[in-house]
Every structure is written in structure tokens, then in C-alpha cells.
């Protein structure tokens, strides 16, 4: 991980700021470690609460993303979402998306911008409570509605196209087993959902639904098939340490559970 973000820095700003920045770093590790020595303790209680209506709630109470932008975390700051914020509207278009489905939706940082551009129904989804009374406050209106909902047993609205953005890899394989029988519940017909661009040999692992984790939803348990979905792009900045994608998935060709 941190060859990788040296050599994002390198691409980024040259030798010399890179060299300055591995000169620091232990320094800079060092002021990390005690500065987030209290939101480390927060963010370790957060995955101890017992329900992920719990887990999600607090890590917006108390912001356990770190992001100054968006209580949904730094995948949802507007440097982050450049291709999607360009991608959706004309995948809208091109598929002749007239219902979207959103969740689990957050706050709507990078989506308020887009809306305006689609002519849709839109629903946004989340299991924060608060979350989606601060959304109905701002911006429901005829077209555009927010529900609380648990995904993984809650009834999906029926759509064309079910937006699941930055949300599998925040499960555990037991809640996406859970999600993805009941989204095959559902009546859709995409899925557009991140998946992480991994190295040859990774495995996917399990996690406390609320931390975070690397996915590839080619692979085991998933099952997506490599060559199933029909529009994908890069959902990263360049030289990011983490790049990932977005794919967009027909209902046929996802998986109904996991194969454990």
C-alpha cells in the first residue's frame, strides 16, 4: 500500500516532492498514530454495536469516515465521483432508465448534482434514520423520494436500474448472502455496483458488516461472471492506491446468493 501511494505521488508531483514525503513519513506516521488514536477507539466500539442500523447511524453521528465533505465517506466527495457524476445520466439515456432505485443512498453529495440532468423517479434508500430525514428535508419533491430501508430484508422498490454504489464491500458475507436474495426479489433490470480491480491471486475475505474490505465480485463467494456486465468504468482517481470500477449488471446475469 504505501509503495503504491508513493508512486501515485510520484506520477502526481514529481521526484522531489516524493522524496520529501518518504523523508517525513515516519514523522507524519507517527503524529497519526496518536492523533487518531481516539477515533481508532470510536470506530473499534462502532463494529461492537449490535445491529448495522447501529453501526451505520454512528459512523454518521460521529463522522468515523473522516470525510469533510460527506458523512458517506471519501467515495463520495466530488473528486472522487467525477466518472460516475459523467457515466449515470447517459447510461440513463442509452438504457432508457425512467425509475432509479439508490441504496444504500448516504447523503446526497455527488447525486444532487445529477439529478437535475435525468429524467427519472428517483428513491433513495438508506438505514439511517437521519440520514433520510435530512435528505427528505432538502430535496423530495414529485419525482424524488427517500425511504429508511435494511436492504438485505427490507422490500426493494421495482426499477429499472438499482444503484449500489460503494456498499458491498461494507458487509459481511452473511448481510451480502442476505442482500443479494433479496434484491433477486425485486423487479429490475440493471444493477450498477463498485467492484475493486484486485491483483492476480486475491481472495475475498469476510468482515463485521460497518469496516471495510477489498472485493472482486468475479470471484468466489460472488460469482459475477467476467464477461456478464455490459458497461464498466474506472470509479477512482488516477493512480489512486485503491482503484476499483463500476459495473452495470442485467438482473439475469447476477448472482441470487452466494456460493459459499
Known sequence: MIVEKLKWKYRKDGLLPTIRALVKYPFWIAYRTIAEAPMRR??????????????FSQIYEENLWTSGESGSGGGSELSRTEQVRARLPKFVEKYQIERIVDGPRGDLNWMKLI?????????????VPTVIERNRQAF???????????????????????VARDFLFHLSF?????????LA???????LTTTHIVE?????????????????????PFGIDGDAPVESFQD??????????MILVRKEDMPTALTF
Open 115 to 127: 439529478l437535475p440532468e435525468m429524467d427519472v423517479d428517483y428513491i433513495g434508500l438508506d438505514i
Open 236 to 245: 477512482h482517481p488516477e493512480g489512486h492506491s485503491v482503484p476499483r470500477k
Open 140 to 162: 423530495q419533491s414529485d419525482r424524488i423520494r427517500f425511504e429508511v430501508a435494511d436492504l438485505s430484508k427490507d422490500p426493494i422498490p421495482s426499477c429499472d436500474l438499482v
Open 174 to 182: 452473511a448481510d451480502i448472502d442476505a442482500y443479494l436474495r433479496n
Open 200 to 220: 492476480p491471486g486475491f481472495e475475498n475475505s469476510d468482515i463485521v458488516t460497518g469496516d471495510f474490505r477489498r472485493i472482486d465480485l468475479t470471484r468466489a
Open 185 to 191: 426479489k425485486t423487479d429490475y433490470r440493471y444493477v
Open 42 to 55: 470510536k470506530y473499534a466500539r462502532m463494529l461492537q454495536r449490535g445491529t448495522a442500523q447501529e453501526r
